[in-house]
């Protein structure tokens, strides 16, 4: 059930991964220019009220909610053009969702869309909140109930941590979100926290499976995009007859997964007593010690790439970049961007660390995959990406990119996919990814905390699952005619 297609029930039934209600406010005030008591005495509202909404202390009283929707949409309406949504649907994923969705919306409607949503939402949090608060222990029976639980589990827990943390599953995690489900999952979280979810593969299924691989891989690289807080450390399972998955986070929760079919549990029995939460904690602590993974987060991607040595690989290289990125620009116009004071120092800092990896000899000889869409916006508007957000070039900052572009990637090397004609050419992933047989890394850039290097470049350290990867990147640039995410 976990791998087919949700109904549109699904999306009201708790599947729907919008923004939260005090982010999306402190967005529109934000980008509105609006103060707190400017607003309060908008919508007729004690400013002390508006304070709880946007520090996620309070939601609106639900008996007024809609005339409180409809004079925060009025104000709101009135104050943001249409530009400022464009900017909106570049900035954050799940507003782009919105905005060029087939549903026709006015502006005021999508105001008032994104101000429902995330209302809706944040209710559903704090209930579930609530009924984990009055349960020491849970059966769920269904694929649906325990994959939703998971889920749930890892999105919501993340924001109570006051620090790092680890969540072992000795299952495939990734089988939990089908492409329908990553369709539409984006979390704006900003936190330096983080869940290190440690989990485990079959490779044998892997292998002897084609199409399965194709999509774990592009499945993988679509939730560390979309899910930035998740530090998905992946390990290699070997599979006994007992069909069970365990599960543990310290101080949490531990459980079992029993009748897997494709994977997914079809019961699922959590405990949150001490007693058996410490030992399972302990017991999977040891079970991943034990191994090496097979893929995970660079500590410091900058002495990685230094000590790399510097001969070409053997086969042709792959990179996929769903985006053009303010980093294929040369440390010149790094130097002119940061003197004219288009970037601060923490991206200036951040962009001279990447460029260790894009000075590799490999780069100026490999296929260079983007989509057609993020290669029109970049050439027509000026459109580049950050590691948090967009940013448009314009006059001498746009020409030296565009000639810093051609002499980093050559032109005949480019593979550009033609994203508004194939549907599915959408369900690949927003991180970059390299491969040349001997190495692959993916990169990703929708992090809370960009500047923390530890947070930023995963590497493949398993010889079979680096080819795992190399197949990925072949497959895209033959997916126009093969495509896999049929």
């Not at 009055?134 to 941590?161: F, W």
């Not at 930035?228 to 992946?234: Q, V």
């Not at 900052?397 to 550009?416: P, V």
Request: aromatic letters at 12%.
């Amino acid at each position: 059930m976990c791998e087919g297609e949700l109904s549109p029930g699904d999306r009201e039934a708790g599947w729907d991964f919008s923004m939260f209600f005090s982010e999306i406010l402190n967005i529109l005030l934000y980008l509105s220019n609006t103060s707190i008591q400017e607003f309060a005495n908008a919508i007729l509202y004690d400013r002390s009220y508006i304070s709880k909404w946007v520090n996620d202390r309070a939601l609106p009283s639900l008996s007024g909610w809609q005339e409180t929707k409809e004079n925060m949409t009025k104000f709101l309406d009135a104050k943001l053009s249409v530009n400022d949504m464009e900017y909106l649907s570049i900035q954050y994923p799940y507003i782009q969702a919105l905005v060029y969705s087939d549903k026709e919306q006015s502006k005021a409607e999508l105001i008032a869309d994104l101000l429902e949503k995330s209302y809706v939402r944040t209710s559903s949090r704090d209930e579930i909140r609530k009924n984990e608060e009055q349960s020491s222990a849970i059966t769920l029976t269904g694929a649906e109930d325990v994959v939703n639980y998971l889920i749930n589990y890892l999105t919501q827990n993340v924001r109570d941590l006051s620090d790092n943390t680890t969540f072992y599953y000795t299952g495939n995690i990734v089988r939990c979100f089908n492409n329908r489900l990553l369709d539409n999952i984006y979390i704006n979280y900003i936190s330096p926290n983080s869940i290190k979810v440690k989990f485990a593969i079959n490779m044998d299924f892997l292998l002897n499976d084609n199409h399965e691989k194709l999509n774990f891989i592009n499945s993988y690289f679509r939730l560390i995009s979309s899910l930035p807080f998740l530090d998905l450390e992946i390990y290699e399972a070997k599979r006994n007859t007992d069909n069970i998955i365990r599960m543990a986070q310290k101080g949490k929760m531990a459980g079992w997964g029993f009748d897997l079919i494709n994977e997914i549990p079809e019961i699922l029995f959590i405990v949150e007593n001490k007693e058996n939460v410490d030992e399972s904690h302990l017991s999977l602590r040891k079970f991943f010690e034990e191994k090496n993974p097979i893929l995970s987060l660079l500590d410091n991607f900058v002495e990685k790439f230094t000590e790399m040595d510097k001969n070409l690989p053997a086969n042709t290289p792959i990179l996929y970049t769903p985006r053009l990125y303010l980093y294929y620009g040369s440390d010149e116009l790094r130097e002119q961007m940061l003197e004219d004071r288009f970037i601060n120092i923490k991206e200036y800092e951040l962009w001279g660390k990447i460029r260790t990896i894009l000075l590799r000899p490999g780069i100026p000889q490999a296929k260079i995959i983007i989509t057609r869409s993020s290669f029109n916006d970049t050439f027509a508007r000026g459109w580049i990406y950050q590691s948090n957000g967009g940013l448009q070039l314009f006059g001498d900052h746009y020409k030296k990119y565009m000639e810093d572009l051609f002499l980093l990637f050559q032109r005949e090397n480019m593979i550009i996919l033609d994203d508004e004609k194939i549907l599915n050419v959408r369900r690949l992933p927003m991180s970059v990814v390299y491969g040349d047989q001997t190495g692959s890394y993916a990169m990703q850039f929708n992090q809370m905390t960009p500047y923390e290097t530890r947070n930023i470049l995963y590497e493949s350290k398993n010889e079979t699952f680096t080819n795992l990867i190399y197949d990925w990147l072949k497959a895209i640039m033959n997916i126009e005619n093969e495509n896999f995410l049929k």
